[in-house]
């Protein structure tokens, strides 16, 4: 509990910190519209406030004086050259960088669901998508339809064809769901004892890995009559159990087939959001301080961004000697000590042909170093 309660006093101080960083922001730009807003009368050259135009004397029309005030407002608080803080040789192959991103986003709208836009902008794209890449979306869409009508068949139908792939990863998907039917028969009342009985010898294949649950859901038999609302197994019939079960069917089956519980467009919209701001920031400092070749490679950054946990999917090592993410170019190599620097450190640490480690005495050859792939 004291654990709980110390998770979410930190959420609340983040939040309220958050907050505050977007208030002041919002406050600064209110600020400013105020002092610039100097809207003209009704009445006096002034069509209407959503025109956009403004008449003078003469009957020329010019941009509305407010608009000039708004365009200038946004230009000092809001930073719109947020393109140069990559190379520009990223946007070298512009049309093979704009089929990447229109087969992006398409990817991005059938995995949530959106099939008809996501066809809508094959066509008007003139983007060809195979049909085996479409047929897993389909697939895993049609399913998780069925199982939000709380229509267990379709993926029953899935789990079981998919049975051997889905003990390999130790999936109790299978399980989950005859466990489901199984409390939706118990939900019809006595008159579904015995369907319930018969529909129990589901269960005998996982007897081993789920010998408490299934003790559980024999045990609320006995309440059947008496009603399960009222009994100790009233848990059972939690409502959050379809929504476990979708979460439980996505993970999955997106592990099974190869793609991304989350489709690839919004963890790199998230992660975007979060590490442009920092990113502008080191971009006005270098060019402040004339610097321009510290950052010059369109496939890396010249400092570490946090992102936070969500976005952690493989382990990285930081050279403790350079203080450098480690790379396939430069990879991290074990000492016979057992000490691990990266490869650009070993030859800038090699002397006379041998090399001293930087943690311990121990003299060693430097062909003896392995490499180690984390």
Known sequence: MSQCCRKIKDTVQKLASDHKDIHSSVSRVG?????????????????????????????????????????????????????????????????????????AIVEHLYQQGMLSVAEELCQESTLNVDLDFKQPFLELNRILEALHEQDLGPALEWAVSHRQRLLELNSSLEFKLHRLHFIRLLAGGPAKQLEALSYARHFQPFARLHQREIQVMMGSLVYLRLGLEKSPYCHLLDSSHWAEICETFTRDACSLLGLSVESPLSVSFASGCVALPVLMN????????????????????????????????HSVFACPILRQQTSDSNPPIKLICGHVISRDALNKLINGGKLKCPYCPMEQNPADGKRIIF
């Open 31 to 103: 600020k400013a519209i105020d002092r610039v807003s100097t809207w003209p009368a009704p009445g006096v050259g002034w069509e209407h406030p959503e025109a956009g135009m403004y008449k003078d004397s003469k009957e020329s029309q010019q941009e509305c004086p407010h608009h000039q005030a708004l365009s200038l407002l946004l230009r000092q608080n809001f930073d719109s050259e947020i393109c140069g803080v990559v190379s520009d040789a990223v946007w070298d192959a512009r049309e093979q960088q704009q089929q990447i991103l229109q087969m």
């Open 282 to 313: 080191i971009k006005a400092v270098i060019e402040q301080r004339q610097c321009t070749g510290v950052w010059n490679h369109k496939d890396e950054l010249p400092i570490e961004i946090e992102l936070g946990m969500k976005c952690w999917y």
